[in-house]
């Protein structure tokens, strides 16, 4: 996710590969004009989140992420 100067997410970043061409994969950028929702299911919005700093302070630290936002419960308590 793309993080603002004031903190708040205004998009997300990718790496693409190339849609099957020849090319070699580049970070593409794209900016939300109004929201941005993370929509990847049970198990991937949590992980995204997580990775993106945001989540439990514990596991953020345990995993050497810098921590953005401490929100216990990002995943937790999941039975699928």
Same mark, same amino acid.
């Given at each position: 996710?793309? @993080? =603002?100067?004031?903190?708040?997410?205004? *998009?997300?970043?990718? %790496?693409?590969?190339?849609? *099957?061409? $020849? #090319? /070699? /994969? =580049?970070?593409?950028?794209?900016?939300? $004009?109004? &929201?941005?929702?993370?929509?990847? +299911?049970?198990?991937? #919005? /949590?992980? %995204? &989140?997580?990775? #993106?700093?945001?989540? #439990?302070?514990?596991?953020?630290?345990?995993? +050497?992420? @810098?921590?953005?936002?401490? &929100? /216990? *419960?990002?995943?937790?308590?999941?039975?699928?």
């Amino acid at each position: 996710m793309v @993080p =603002s100067r004031n903190g708040q997410t205004i *998009g997300v970043e990718y %790496i693409s590969e190339g849609n *099957g061409t $020849s #090319s /070699p /994969p =580049s970070r593409i950028v794209v900016k939300a $004009s109004r &929201l941005v929702v993370v929509a990847a +299911g049970a198990f991937g #919005s /949590p992980a %995204i &989140l997580e990775r #993106s700093g945001i989540g #439990s302070k514990e596991v953020l630290d345990k995993n +050497g992420i @810098p921590r953005v936002v401490d &929100l /216990p *419960g990002v995943g937790e308590h999941y039975m699928g």
